[in-house]
């Protein structure tokens, strides 16, 4: 079982910048993917960005590319989303997922709120 515990969101205005903080705890977490997802209100859950347990390849939806970057130094528990020039439709409260892959990210956080005014 893994733990995932999210900090950093917060309200910005069009154009900010926040960084998102992802602590996984657990046996085995430093060997997880990781990865961010969000949901706006009224709208599922989509896919934002997820990263190798190994912190050198990456994948982005479309929306954020150039916009935010996912790290993770030293390839340990911890992963970070930097996002930039936010936009009010990165509006939503965004998740932690872990998981065995990126495209198997099944252990969740509890989510933090990120709101963007324009």
Known sequence: QVQLIESGGGLVKAGASLRLSCAASGRDSSYYAMGWFRQASGKERE???????????GRYVDSVKGRFTISRPNAKNTVYLQMN??????TAVYYCAAGGSIT??????????????S
């Open 47 to 57: 896919f934002v960005a997820a990263i190798n347990w190994g912190g050198d390849y």
């Open 104 to 117: 198997d990210l099944r252990y969740w956080g509890q989510g933090t709120q990120v709101t963007v005014s």
């Open 85 to 90: 020039d936010l936009k009010p439709e990165d």
